[in-house]
């Protein structure tokens, strides 16, 4: 697997483009999980937990996840990748340029996600890469999630 120093701009650029990766393992999301998230979230609306009433009112005929349970699944979306950033003291989760909840989550479906680099500048504090990740019900041509995330790599403490 190709290795590229988080500080070599010039190098991680030659990775950005206009195609996603291929896709991750799926992760089943289970009605249990959905109704943990609204245990933890205080989230508690019928659409997600009550599958009765979401099975006789709403238009997906079951519930449907959370949006940020679809989120946070992310990093269980395991992928082998095809090069990685390597240097790095310890990277953190600099924010979001976009985030879209484009369509539902059905409980008891798969999803899995792919990935594209689209953008690498220097920052006082690092380097800053942004990705745009999509997440997909298996099967599905239309994306459940687009979210373009802000990685910021940070050198080694001394």
């Given at each position: 697997?190709?290795e590229?120093?988080?500080?070599?701009?010039?190098?991680?650029?030659?990775?950005?483009t206009?195609?996603h990766?291929?896709?991750?393992?799926?992760?089943?999301?289970?009605?249990?999980?959905?109704?943990?998230?609204?245990?933890?979230?205080?989230?508690?609306?019928?659409?997600?937990v009550?599958?009765?009433?979401?099975?006789?009112?709403?238009?997906?005929?079951?519930?449907?996840?959370?949006?940020?349970?679809?989120?946070?699944l992310?990093?269980?979306?395991?992928r082998?990748?095809?090069?990685?950033?390597?240097?790095?003291?310890?990277?953190?989760?600099?924010?979001?340029?976009?985030?879209?909840?484009?369509?539902?989550?059905p409980?008891?479906?798969?999803?899995?996600?792919?990935?594209r680099?689209?953008?690498?500048?220097?920052?006082?504090?690092?380097?800053?890469v942004?990705?745009?990740?999509?997440?997909?019900?298996?099967?599905?041509?239309?994306?459940?999630?687009?979210?373009?995330?802000?990685?910021?790599?940070?050198?080694?403490?001394?």
């Open positions: 697997m190709e590229i120093r988080f500080d070599d701009i010039a190098a991680l650029k030659t990775k950005i206009d195609t990766g291929g896709w991750s393992e799926p992760v089943e999301v289970t009605q249990d999980m959905i109704n943990r998230f609204a245990d933890l979230t205080g989230d508690h609306q019928w659409i997600h009550d599958v009765e009433r979401a099975t006789r009112e709403s238009p997906f005929k079951r519930p449907i996840a959370h949006g940020f349970l679809t989120l946070s992310l990093p269980a979306m395991k082998e990748p095809e090069w990685k950033i390597t240097g790095f003291g310890n990277a953190t989760n600099y924010g979001a340029n976009k985030l879209r909840f484009a369509s539902p989550v409980a008891g479906s798969k999803v899995h996600s792919r990935s680099l689209v953008g690498v500048e220097p920052h006082p504090k690092g380097t800053q942004t990705q745009e990740i999509v997440v997909h019900v298996v099967g599905s041509d239309r994306p459940a999630l687009i979210y373009e995330m802000i990685v910021l790599y940070h050198p080694a403490m001394k």
